[in-house]
């Protein structure tokens, strides 16, 4: 199997986020390994710099684009939590990509920026 998409990943994270908030990212990296059934080989997959995984590179994207969204914040180092938006944004949307997050102006904004 091969890893998710950035895009694939978003709504699980934010699903498991929801459960578990808040949460180490360690413990967010094990769960998401759990919820996505990924195997040992899976979760070995290097990135092309193999400078880190492709588990580690989406569980860091996705960090970053539910926080520009607004989805989530963490509130001391390592510690990830949901925000009331997330919350809501769950509740909205049973799936959702990069492409959805763009409808979020904040992480419009952000993305504009870079």
């Not at 040992?40 to 970053?64: A, K, M, P, V």
């Not at 926080?67 to 949901?82: D, F, Q, R, T, V």
């Amino acid at each position: 199997m091969a890893i998710p998409t950035h895009s694939d990943f978003l709504h699980p994270f934010l699903e498991v986020l929801e459960k578990k908030s808040p949460i180490k990212r360690k413990d967010m990296m094990r769960e998401m390994a759990n919820h996505l059934a990924l195997s040992s080989d899976d979760l070995e997959l290097l990135t092309e710099d193999g400078t880190l995984t492709q588990f580690e590179s989406r569980i860091n994207w996705c960090y970053q684009s539910l926080s520009w969204a607004g989805l989530m914040y963490n509130p001391k180092h390592g510690i990830w939590e949901i925000t009331d938006e997330g919350r809501e944004y769950l509740r909205t949307h049973t799936y959702f990509g990069e492409n959805d997050l763009m409808e979020i102006p904040a992480y419009a904004a952000h993305k504009r920026r870079r």
